[in-house]
């Protein structure tokens, strides 16, 4: 069981928003703003989406924002694409335990 | 640009041992840490600990203590991670990563296969 929570499925249609959940502990979290997001398609690495709670790295389309309230941080994909459809895992950098991850949730582009 | 590039699949028999390598380029080698993890067929992301590219420090998560060693030569900027006496529960991708507090950069992967 991971120490951060994601629900395993999610699904919009083109154009629709959807958002992602991750919900973890005060310790998970470890009262760091270092949540990250990553999205990995079939058979490739995972690609860092979002670093930081809510910043994007260079190359990340505006489609893509995060956000935390409390203990529960959240991916919101606007204007879904088709390309948009792999898993999403939500990562918390947690000090001297350095790293934890959610579960996952396998976004459908229906 | 920032590139890791890891070793090619292996297949191994259960008892054996395995070195995975994950070679940097594209920044200066001993500034970021570099972090395992491990994805199991058909399922998610698990951290396997980290280590520090400055000093060769690991650090192992729980779970991946005892029969997995990470190194470093920072001759050619390369990490390794050994795994020994291979158990099936091993089978799966092991990713290298580049750490900024969070893992920017990630190898291709490396698949390795334990068969009985």
């Known amino acids: 069981q991971s120490a951060l929570t994601q629900p395993p499925s999610a699904s919009g249609s083109p154009g629709q928003s959807v958002t992602i959940s991750c919900t973890g502990t005060?310790?998970?979290?470890?009262?760091?703003?270092?949540v990250s997001w990553y999205q990995q398609h079939p058979g490739k690495a995972p690609k860092l989406m979002i670093f930081?709670?809510?910043k994007r790295p260079s190359g990340v389309p505006d489609r893509f924002s995060g956000s935390k309230s409390g203990n529960t941080a959240s991916l919101t994909v606007s204007g879904l694409q088709a390309e948009d459809e792999a898993d999403y895992y939500c990562?918390?950098?947690?000090?001297?335990?350095?790293?934890?991850f959610g579960g996952g949730t396998k976004l459908t582009v229906l | 640009q920032v590139q890791l590039a890891q070793s090619g699949s292996e297949l191994k028999n259960l008892g054996a041992s395995v070195t995975v390598s994950c070679k940097a380029s594209g920044y200066s080698f001993m500034t970021h840490s570099l972090n395992w993890v491990r994805q199991a067929p058909g399922q998610g992301l698990e951290w396997m600990g980290w280590?520090?590219?400055?000093?060769?420090?690991?650090t192992y998560a729980q779970g991946f203590t005892g029969r997995f060693v990470f190194s470093l030569d920072t001759s050619v900027s390369t990490a390794y991670l050994q795994i020994s006496t291979l158990k099936a529960e091993d089978t799966g991708i092991y990713y290298c990563?580049?750490?900024?507090?969070?893992?920017?950069?990630w190898g291709q992967g490396t698949l390795v296969t334990v068969s009985s």
């Open positions: 990563a580049r750490e900024v507090k969070w893992l920017d950069h």
């Open positions: 280590i520090d590219t400055a000093t060769g420090s690991p």
């Open positions: 930081e709670v809510t």
């Open positions: 005060s310790n998970t979290f470890g009262g760091y703003n270092y």
């Open positions: 990562s918390s950098y947690a000090g001297s335990d350095r790293f934890v």
